[in-house]
């Protein structure tokens, strides 16, 4: 049995469904996932730096077709940056490349993106390359998108893995050359859940054991297979959703799960 309850928002976006703030005080802790830190998230999130560890996700592809309703990148990026000027520990900041297209040009856009993040010292991020479902790929294809695993693919190829792990290998280098001039907070760590075949990302779940420690929190207990999701997935067990969306949120991506 798990020691901890830790909630988090993977059913919507924390920065649009403020409805998880209410929630704070049935849980050990939270992870919040958003593309969007508005003046109320940023408030919320402040007020419980405490308990709080933030994905903020940043894809590179704000204001596209890709997703129309999210701020575009340097919007994010901005805000990302006011909110640990206003006192949110840096440390708490997870960078969030999810999803990554494995194109050239959708691996080059991920590689912006984090070296971006990384010049001004952040140093956790976690990755996820893009899942194709059938109702996905219709999206694409009424928008006129091209198809990165072919007609009927879901997932990406033994080829597009080894570019995207790649890429990885070359950010950790580019990390090591920036020594302390970028002001790190740590040393560097890239995550991803569910992608066994990247040996440049560490394998752990959204909530993770360095997790619970950086929210003061101690379980010698190990993560398991009790996800909500899919296979693979290495969260704690102590994951609970404090969101209650059973649809597309309001920034309507088209690679999103939900139909």
Known sequence: MPKYKI????????????????????????IVITKC???????VALANKDKLIIHATITGYGH?????????????FNAIMAL??????????????????????????????IKSF????F??????????????????????????????????????????????CELSIYWSS????????????????????LTNAAQCGCISLYDLNLLGLHDEATPDNCGFQRKNC???SGKTELLEHKKRCGHQCLYCYWR
């Not at 596209?64 to 994010?76: A, F, K, R, T």
């Not at 040393?187 to 991803?192: N, R």
């Open 37 to 43: 830190i508005t003046p109320d998230f940023y408030e």
């Open 84 to 113: 640990v000027k206003g006192g949110f520990p840096k440390e708490k900041v997870v960078i969030r490349v999810d999803p990554i297209i494995p194109t050239p040009k959708g691996i080059d856009t991920a590689r912006k993106i």
């Open 64 to 76: 596209s077709i890709l997703e129309p309703n999210v701020p575009p990148q340097y919007e994010e």
């Open 234 to 236: 290495l969260c704690y």
């Open 178 to 197: 920036l020594g302390d001039k970028a002001g790190s907070c740590g040393m560097l760590m890239i995550e991803s859940c569910a992608e066994p075949g």
């Open 7 to 30: 909630g988090i928002t993977e059913a919507g976006d924390a920065g649009l469904d403020l409805s998880w703030a209410n929630k704070l005080d049935t849980v050990d802790g939270a």
């Open 123 to 168: 140093s956790r991020y976690r990755v996820s390359i893009i899942d194709m479902y059938p109702h996905v790929r219709e999206r694409f294809k009424e928008t006129g998108l091209p198809l990165p695993y072919g007609e009927y693919g879901f997932s990406q190829n033994a080829e597009q893995v080894y570019e995207v792990d790649k890429m990885l």
């Open 118 to 121: 990384m010049d001004v010292g």
